[in-house]
């Protein structure tokens, strides 16, 4: 009943652009904290961005300045667009959930988690 689904994922070149959607179908995500974390293959799955339930943004130091995480509550989806992408953005993308965050920090642990979209960038 309660599930987070991630879209938009697939290939482009290098320097392009793409938006990811996590939407979540079950609850409503403006009572959460999300998470955007990504994994390449044969590497550890890491925390890029997350977005709290105050509000606050933060950023991994490898996509600040290039991601934007945002909310649109009219769509129940937390967005990231991904701008200037590079060869090693190449990874699967997850979001994840958890209740309450009322904190500037990502949170540590996470109730929900989507199935990932695959994210490629080449040449």
């Known amino acids: 009943q309660l599930q987070l689904v991630e879209s938009g994922g697939g290939l482009v070149q290098p320097g392009g652009s793409l938006r990811l959607s996590c939407a979540a179908s079950?609850?409503?995500?403006?009572?959460?904290?999300i998470t955007w974390f990504r994994q390449a293959p044969g590497q550890e799955r890491k925390e890029i961005s997350c977005?709290?339930?105050?509000?606050?943004?933060n950023y991994a130091d490898p996509v600040k300045g290039r991601f934007t995480i945002s909310r649109d509550s009219a769509k129940n989806t937390v967005s990231l667009q991904m701008n200037l992408l590079k060869l090693e953005d190449t990874a699967v993308y997850y979001c994840?959930?958890?209740?309450?965050?009322?904190?500037?920090?990502?949170?540590?642990?996470?109730?929900?988690w989507g199935q990932g979209t695959q994210v490629t960038v080449s040449s």
């Open positions: 994840a959930a958890v209740k309450p965050w009322p904190r500037h920090s990502c949170p540590l642990e996470y109730d929900y």
């Open positions: 079950g609850f409503s995500l403006d009572d959460y904290a």
């Open positions: 977005i709290t339930n105050i509000g606050s943004t």
